[in-house]
């Protein structure tokens, strides 16, 4: 098997824990690494211990830093030699709040972490999946390719959004879940999120009359979880399965088995320069990013509508990019002051 490095930042949370395990049981890792801060509420110590037991070929350790600390001063160690980077690092939403309000707190937290990154494994590909994805990703991106990096390292986690368009479709036709792959584009909030149900077998034979209900089932996801979590979080366990699904799919890529899931990146496909679609991930990272396909006419309509909403959300992200940088440790050409 590939023998790779892996590290979850945020491991100890509420995604970190299952996405940490699951990423365990990946044949391709040799070493996960369960990286959180000393105030976690388990410490990382204990989540890496409890999974150094699987017998699985992965070698488990743990890091966990102050929250004060600046990743890029203390986390060396631990990131350096990454192949991948899973980041359920941050905070999760409330109910009444949309995913938007969380940008001031988690782009902070990202930044931290992405430009230690930057510094001790730029070639690692490093998958965001704090919230809100629609702005932190572009937000990183952009520090990022400004400390002279290659933004396409970079990629938005809605694999989740897959995971749910996938079995709504299952519990309407019947058909077997394995066999059900629906495209979800655009980004990762409300109407954003456009699964494409025209493109999968078994979901375009869903009658017309009733694909614009599904498609608000997918998009309302997310806050049916926040809600019944009654103010305890969001999305976790489904959420540490669809980013270990994403996960594999780079692994294997990188591994030399070119795999397509889709992902939030860096794109020309439309207008938008950051938008998700179809992503084949191969020996370096992001390889192809695909064109959209044919669209029905409601998904036509749903991409011109969302179009304008997204862009407000990626500029939130590049406007917060050009109020911040990476400290200069972390440029890979000379770069005069720390941020
Ligand atoms: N992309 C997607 O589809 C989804 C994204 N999310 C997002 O994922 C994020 C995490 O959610 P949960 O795991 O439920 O939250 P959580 O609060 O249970 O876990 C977050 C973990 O990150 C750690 N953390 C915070 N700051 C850190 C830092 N600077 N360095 C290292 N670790 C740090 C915390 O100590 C905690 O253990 C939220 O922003 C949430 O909105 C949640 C579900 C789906
Ligand atoms: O709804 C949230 O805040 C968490 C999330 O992104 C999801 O579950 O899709």
């Known amino acids: 098997m590939a023998g790779f490095k892996v590290c979850v930042v945020g491991g100890a949370g509420g995604i970190g824990q299952p996405l940490s395990m699951l990423m365990a049981m990946d044949p391709n890792v040799a070493e996960l690494c369960v990286y959180d801060l ?25 890091y966990a830093f102050d929250k004060d600390a600046r990743a890029a001063d203390v986390a060396g160690e631990c990131l350096t030699g990454c192949d991948l980077v899973l980041v359920p690092a941050g905070v999760p939403r409330k109910p009444g709040q949309d995913r938007a309000a969380l940008l001031d707190i988690n782009a902070g937290i990202a930044k931290n972490i992405v430009e230690a990154c930057a510094k001790f494994c730029p070639e690692a590909v490093i998958a965001l999946i704090v919230n809100p994805v629609n702005s932190v990703v572009p937000a990183m991106c952009e520090l990022w390719k400004k400390a002279g990096h290659d933004p396409c390292k970079i990629v938005g986690v809605t694999t989740l959004d897959c995971v749910r368009a996938e079995k709504f479709v299952h519990e309407i036709t019947g058909a077997p879940v394995g066999d059900i792959s629906i495209p979800v584009i655009g980004g990762h909030a409300g109407t954003t999120i456009l699964p494409l149900f025209s493109q999968d077998k078994a979901a375009s034979t869903i009658p017309a009359a009733d694909v614009p209900e599904l ?16 103010g305890k979080g969001s999305a976790t366990l489904s959420m540490g399965f669809a980013g270990a699904r994403l996960g594999s799919a780079v692994l294997a890529g990188l591994a030399g088995t070119p795999t397509t899931e889709c992902a939030y990146v860096a794109s020309n496909v439309t207008e938008l320069p950051y938008f998700a679609s179809k992503v ?30 997204l862009k407000e959300e990626i500029d939130a992200g590049i406007e917060y990019a050009s109020r911040n940088q990476f400290c200069a440790s972390a440029a890979a050409a000379p770069y005069p002051v720390c941020g």
């Open 215 to 230: 498609d608000k089932k997918v998009q309302n996801a997310g806050t049916v979880v926040v809600a019944a979590k009654a």
């Open 38 to 62: 000393t105030i976690a509420m388990i410490p990382a110590d204990g989540v890496a211990a409890d999974l150094s037991h699987l017998n699985k070929a992965a070698k488990v350790k743990a």
């Open 280 to 309: 084949t991930f191969g020996e370096k990272g992001v390889e192809t990013v695909h064109p959209l396909g044919d669209l029905s006419p409601h998904e036509q309509g749903r991409l011109e509508a969302l179009t304008p909403v």
